[in-house]
């Protein structure tokens, strides 16, 4: 059987473990840049108010006043995440993080009265450790255990919903749009209802041999896993990235070099640190600049150059030497730029390292450096150490107008927005 665990409206759940008084209190979690909504709470969802809407267009659905907007502060949700996942990994033999909030796992028992108590437990034990509460589905495959995980959230009388039964896949699927099926995004959904292929339950007793003829191998995967076939493995090995980009919407348009400049720096180290996290190195990197598309009265323009590297690294400042290079390729003075970001490609693992002849860097020092970076910043909070490069300013950061005091003294009001009280003090 397999296993996911999703914690319930997770940005929301983290903002409220700093701010007990959010509870019972319409509260969205808003992008970066203040730009639209990522997470909402229970009070929020009955509003009315959907995912992804604008912040501004929240008040068509109710006065402002009446919900808690907050800037995302992700660094804190990949924290509380990551004590989330490790709690789940003490319990599991087999785990696969599938998103910040999810993860597959296999259960330990043949028998569903054993699985049962166990998901139980193991969701009560994840409250009671971190304050974040959790869906468990379990079913035969990881499509229907998305299927029971989506129907324990939204049960109010248990957080885990077992599909263990053939029995039981009919009268679920039947009440399962095909839109909501896990893999079936809006425009494939269309071409299924266009076949009157409306809920799971079509879907899963559609004809293999037209599945194939008319849609991708991920199609018929779907069909399969719908019937109780697991056509993924679970394996406690997690694949690492082929590529690794660091990318974000600006604060305000950059009109300044130098200002830019740093923000690609500042990418470039996250791109390099991650590259080191997964013990992997790059051959090749890629920046690209971009104005605002929206402002029609500004110039746009938009580019982007990719570099290859004479030695693979997972060097800091090494990449950004060359990301360097490439911004300077790209950047054209009397443009303001809105957007910017830099991938690595071509990884590699750092074992398996082709040195340049007429390459006069020491690999071993530049592995020692940044392990000392890596360490450092560990210990002390990321950004202790950082690269000239990326200067201190951070004039390009995005927009944080919602961000949370953590005080003791602060206190939500009925018909008062954390933005209102921030002004009175």
């Not at 599938?98 to 699985?115: G, I, M, R």
Request: net charge positive; with cysteine; proline share 4%.
């Amino acid at each position: 059987m397999i296993g996911l665990v999703d914690c319930n409206n997770f940005f929301v759940s983290c903002e409220r473990l700093f701010n007990p008084l959010l509870e019972g209190k319409a509260v969205v979690v808003l992008s970066n840049n203040d730009g639209c909504v990522i997470s909402r709470s229970n009070e929020a969802k009955a509003l009315g108010i959907p995912m992804g809407l604008p912040a501004f267009k929240i008040k068509e659905y109710t006065n402002p006043n009446n919900v808690v907007s907050l800037s995302c502060r992700h660094v804190i949700y990949r924290d509380i995440s990551d004590r989330v996942m490790s709690i789940i990994s003490e319990e599991v033999e087999y785990l696969q993080i599938y998103s910040v909030d999810e993860c597959f796992f296999t259960l330990p028992y043949e028998d569903d009265e054993a699985n049962y108590y166990f998901v139980t437990n193991l969701a009560a034990k994840i409250k009671r450790y971190t304050g974040i509460p959790v869906s468990i589905g379990v079913a035969p495959s990881r499509t229907l255990a998305k299927i029971a995980s989506h129907i324990a959230k939204k049960s109010s009388q248990e957080d885990v919903f077992l599909i263990t039964k053939e029995d039981q896949f009919e009268p679920i699927l039947r009440t399962i749009s095909v839109r909501d099926v896990w893999g079936i995004g809006r425009k494939l959904s269309d071409k299924f209802m266009r076949y009157h292929v409306k809920t799971a339950y079509d879907l899963s007793k559609s004809p293999m041999s037209w599945i194939k003829s008319m849609f991708t191998v991920n199609e018929e995967r779907i069909v399969k896993e719908l019937n109780g076939e697991n056509c993924a493995i679970v394996s406690a090995i997690d694949e690492p990235n082929k590529s690794i980009m660091a990318s974000r919407s600006l604060g305000t348009l950059i009109d300044d070099k130098k200002t830019l400049w740093e923000a690609v720096a500042y990418f470039a180290a996250c791109c390099a640190e991650r590259l080191r996290a997964q013990n992997s190195v790059a051959m090749m990197v890629s920046v690209y600049v971009r104005g605002d598309v929206y402002k029609e009265k500004e110039p746009f323009y938009s580019n982007t150059c990719d570099i290859r590297f004479e030695t693979p690294s997972c060097d800091t400042a090494y990449i950004t030497q060359y990301a360097m290079k490439a911004f300077n390729n790209i950047y054209r003075d009397g443009y303001k730029y809105k957007k910017a970001g830099v991938m690595l490609t071509h990884l590699e693992p750092n074992t398996e390292i082709q040195l340049n002849v007429f390459d006069d860097i020491d690999p071993n020092k530049q592995k020692r450096l940044m392990n000392v970076l890596d360490k450092i910043n560990g210990v002390c909070g990321k950004g202790t150490l950082i690269l000239g490069a990326q200067g201190v300013d951070k004039k390009w950061s995005p927009r944080k107008e919602y961000t949370a005091k953590q005080s003791n003294t602060l206190r939500i009001y009925s018909g008062m927005s954390i933005t209102d009280l921030d002004r009175k003090k």
